[in-house]
């Protein structure tokens, strides 16, 4: 009997790849999970209270995606310092050195720094300054405004392409793919397993490359109506304006998470397209780690329950319908049959090896 086609259901997860790892969020809970050089999996469980929690300013639409942004940007860095204190804690062992915390934490403020002033310096002066060479010789402001649109369009694209010939954002880029291919699995109503996850798909519409994208293309409409003819005021207004763009790039990618209507899955499809450039698919080990991140912040059994009907014991076996589910999930095919089109990726039977850091390991 033919399985009836799986409805994807919202579970209010997110992440973000680190180096060797994965951090998964759930609500004021998070967790790091890191494969360490010896091969095992190490685990930090964490609460983060949000940035300005409680202030009604995180209720006024258009106006908290600027600082849902800053979160980010403060629980991603706690993350991805945990991962680095891993690797330099073993390099430690071996030199029988140790790191200064202070420092480490002066210089991952300073990384903040540079990565923003990196970011506005690619995306925001450099566009601008580039369009302004064209206005000698063409006249028309609606045309500056868009050869500046595409000029920006046209970095993004490149920054994109080009981060993913180094070998580090390559192995972070498919710890990405784990990332999204374990959201997919639970949120298609597939238990939590390695085999099911290489199945799922590493495309995800909450991406942060998706935010990225449209973050860029809302930043080339805005702007082609904001003309002003003194340089250095017009890239002044351009910087003042990034809460602007980010507060409206956040509530669009927050409604694609949710919804299926066609303009806003027209709106988002081009950062599905941009996912190719910054997810990989991963091994078992990679995917190994992800699961581990997800199950110390999310009880995924219990949202199978709640959300499809399935009872799932410790071993993550399928043994029947909840009550109440039996009219609408009476059938075994149901997890067992098809997998969606959309989602299904078909990926290489290969032999699992022992986990090594190694070359081998790298996307080529």
Known sequence: MPSKKRK???????????IEGIMMRNGEKYAVAVRRPD??????????????????????????????????MILGTR?????????????????GTSGSGAMDKLMSSLVIILAVALAVGLFIVLPTFLASIFEKSIRNPSLISIIEGAIRIAVFILYMFVIGFMKDMRRIYRYHGAEHKCINCIERGRTLNVENVKR???FHRRCGTSFMYISVFISVIIFFFIRIEYMPLRLLVRILMIPVVLGISYEILALAGRSENIFVYMLTAPGIWFQHLTTKEPDDQMIEVAIKSVEAVFDWRKYLADNFGLEVNEEGEIVGAVPGWETEYDDAEYYEGDYDEADYEEYPEEEDAPYEFSDENVDE
């Not at 469980?45 to 800053?70: D, M, N």
């Not at 993350?79 to 073993?90: G, K, M, P």
């Open 200 to 202: 799922s798909s590493r």
């Open 8 to 18: 994807k259901v919202y579970s209010g997860i997110g992440g973000q790849a680190v």
């Open 79 to 95: 993350a991805i310092n945990f991962s680095a204190e891993v690797f330099d804690d073993e390099e430690a062992k071996e030199s």
């Open 39 to 72: 091969g095992k999996i190490e685990i930090d469980t964490q609460t983060h209270q949000q940035f300005l929690k409680g202030s009604p300013i995180l209720k006024i639409p258009f106006l908290r995606g600027a600082f849902v942004f800053i979160d980010s």
